[in-house]
């Protein structure tokens, strides 16, 4: 409010709303609200600011001025914006609060909001999700800012997703720790002796720092934890005073930042498994997070051609060309069951590759591969676990293991393959990848020739068709896809060719709702300095539990497309509730029931339009769906998001 402008003090407001309320509600004939909003204009005092209520919401400039220019005194958050830029932190997402006004106020004024720059979130879950995406991409940190316990409590979901995938995020949040120095009300209430217990169980490492120099080598610290392989999140409890307070030039020394060169495995356990793969008649590599890096593809590469290995991608990162011969994906039952030496990457749930497991009435598990196949794990996660939650998935016995990073490994492995093959070896490697290429393309021309056809005039819109016509606007730009496609039954990876490092990130790794549209603006806000068109495949389920992320990426001006894959439900719950119905006997008639969205329908393109986002449809006929995707190109070109609504079959 500017000096000299008519002004309605709170108080003042609030008599006259409750007396125009009352007058409203015995006014007949419909004309309660208008009447009410006319009462108050008329009766509302004009009056000069009262800059004693300012003062006491906002403080005196003066007294601020005041403290902060006593001799050699600096904000404490001023020296924590400093180790967020000796850190190399970009960026800062944030929902905003009381308990983080000192940093955040310092990341404004200090930082210029340059170098961390803030990000604006409706939602700590979203924010969080865009610090996933964005790591993803960029291979570092975002930083998160949240209030005290209720922000965390907010972000829990997005937290363990970050968690289950490996993720490196460095989060921060407020506090009030001191009872005799805390402000009353809502501060009490949102403060806590031990704030970051909640999320313990699944972050990486976490710390309540009691002063400015331990704040200062916390966050240092938690970095330098949270890219150590196998990276996850890491979060710092900041307390309202060290970030308020102030301290002398000269007493605060802000720590040299160093890293940890990642665990590589051992060279006679290396040698051992190059001895086992190029001996093998039929080696097969599986890996799920085995990228973290763009150096990982290439050697992946290398290692498979070497031995003539298939190689079974569980799409937990971009590890292999989608369309290589060597790519077995599709075919991974088949050649995990004819396999004698089994080399796994990274793995999550080695088990599930060795053994099946039949979801029925009476569930039926059995051993999928032979008897004798020699199996080698290379996996950081051996290196850090914990016991609560169980997403370290059943336990595998394994005849060679190595606690390490396995795109670290990779050097070594790949020359003590080297040095291990012989000429036959060589020639029947040569002979396998022959196989390979024929089998895969086999079904490659069955899968695009004849299952993509089924129902492409269809309306809902076939995934099939979705995803091809994506393909075509999409395959001359250097495209990236930051959404798993598995609920679109893995047609852009049957149709696409991915073959750049870059171009997929994997999934949420926790399978928590409400990760999609946040990791997407992460991700894209990643590829944006490198000019990339980036594709989000949205779940429409998804979406709806954080719709405000869309603002985010509109207020930010991030350029991503957004394909909503709109089925009108939580389609994996209709078939669970289908199967279950089924072995009971009692149909699959009633299973839309608190499993569909719909009555009403959610209107995706007009939840973007009132967010600030272009909305194209909803989409129902397939011939107007090339046309869309085409005018959608055209605006994520121009450097904004956009949201083509597609409705769509359920897989």
């Known amino acids: 409010m500017h000096e000299g402008a008519p002004a309605v003090s709170r108080r003042n407001f609030l008599a006259v709303a409750a007396a125009s309320g009352a007058a409203a509600v015995a006014t007949p004939g419909g004309h309660a609200e208008a009447q ?4 108050l204009a008329k009766s509302a005092p004009v009056q000069a600011p009262d800059h004693a209520q300012m003062e006491a919401e906002i403080g005196t400039p003066i007294k601020v001025a005041a403290t902060m220019a006593e001799p050699g005194g600096r904000p404490g958050s001023d020296y924590m914006v400093d180790v967020l830029r000796a850190l190399d932190i970009d960026y800062v997402a944030t929902n905003p609060a009381s308990s983080c006004r000192g940093l955040h106020e310092s990341i404004n ?34 930083g998160l800012l949240f209030h005290g316990t209720v922000g965390i409590q907010h972000a829990v979901m997005a937290f363990y997703n970050a968690w289950c995938d490996r993720v490196p995020m460095l989060v921060m ?26 999320v313990r169980d699944f972050t990486k490492w976490d710390d309540q720092p009691g002063s400015l120099q331990a704040a200062v080598e916390s966050l240092t610290r938690a970095h330098k934890v949270a890219m150590t392989p196998p990276y996850g999140p890491v979060c710092i409890s900041l307390d309202a005073h060290l970030q308020e307070g102030s301290a002398p030039a000269g007493q605060i020394r802000i720590p040299k930042v160093s ?3 990642p665990a590589q495995a051992a060279s006679e356990d290396l040698r051992e498994a190059a001895r086992l793969l190029v001996a093998a008649q039929n080696p097969v590599i599986v890996v799920d997070r085995g990228a973290r890096t763009h150096a990982f593809q290439a050697m992946l590469v290398e290692l498979a051609e070497l031995l003539g290995a298939a190689v079974v991608d569980q799409l937990g990162r971009q590890n292999f060309p989608s369309h290589h011969p060597l790519n077995q994906t599709s075919r991974a039952r088949g050649v995990a069951t004819a396999a004698d030496v089994i080399l796994g990457l990274e793995l999550n749930d080695f088990w599930g590759i060795v053994n099946s497991y039949s979801d029925v009435a009476e569930p039926r598990q059995g051993r999928r591969i032979k008897e004798g196949v020699r199996l080698i794990s290379i996996n950081s996660r051996d290196l850090f676990l914990k016991s609560n939650y169980q997403d370290f998935q059943r336990f595998q016995e394994v005849d060679l293991a190595m606690a390490a990073d396995a795109e670290a490994s990779l050097p070594g492995l790949i020359e003590a393959v080297k040095a291990a093959l012989t000429p036959e070896a060589r020639a029947a490697a040569a002979k396998r990848t022959a196989a390979h290429g024929t089998a895969v393309a086999k079904q490659l021309e069955r899968m695009i020739g004849v299952d993509a056809t089924y129902a492409w005039d269809a ?29 679109l039954s893995n047609w852009p990876h049957r149709f696409w060719t991915f073959d750049k490092p870059y171009q997929y990130i994997g999934d949420s790794g926790g399978a928590g709702q409400g990760y999609g549209m946040g990791a997407a603006i992460g991700a894209a806000l990643a590829h944006r300095e490198h000019g990339r068109f980036v594709v989000n495949l949205q779940g429409d389920g998804d979406l709806m539990y954080g719709p405000g992320a869309l603002w985010s990426a509109v207020h930010h001006r991030i350029p991503l497309m957004t394909v909503m894959h709109n089925n009108r439900a939580y389609h994996q719950e209709v ?11 009692r149909g699959v008639e009633r299973a839309h029931i608190g499993t569909t969205i719909e009555k009403p329908h959610v209107d995706f393109a007009t939840l973007a339009r009132s967010m600030g986002m272009e909305g194209i449809g909803p989409i129902v006929d397939p011939a107007d769906l090339g046309p869309a995707l085409r005018r959608a190109a055209q605006i994520v070109k121009a450097g904004d998001p956009v949201m083509v609504d597609v409705v769509s079959q359920p897989r």
């Not at 809902?460 to 598995?486: F, G, H, M």
């Open 36 to 39: 009410g909003v006319a009462a």
């Open 109 to 142: 004024n200090y930082a210029m909001n340059k170098k961390p720059e803030l990000l604006t979130a409706m939602h700590e879950e979203v924010a969080t999700a865009m610090a996933h995406g964005y790591a993803k991409v960029s291979g570092k940190p975002m």
């Open 173 to 198: 949040s407020g506090n009030h720790v001191d009872a005799a120095h805390r402000p009353p009300g809502i501060p009490t209430t949102h403060a806590a002796q031990d704030p970051l217990a909640l």
């Open 259 to 261: 890293r940890v060169s």
């Open 459 to 487: 309306s809902p819109i076939s995934t099939a068709r979705l995803s091809a016509e994506l393909w075509a606007v999409i395959k001359n730009e250097d495209w990236a896809l930051v959404s798993r496609d598995v609920r």
């Open 575 to 585: 078939m669970h509730v289908q199967r279950v119905g089924n072995w009971r006997d």
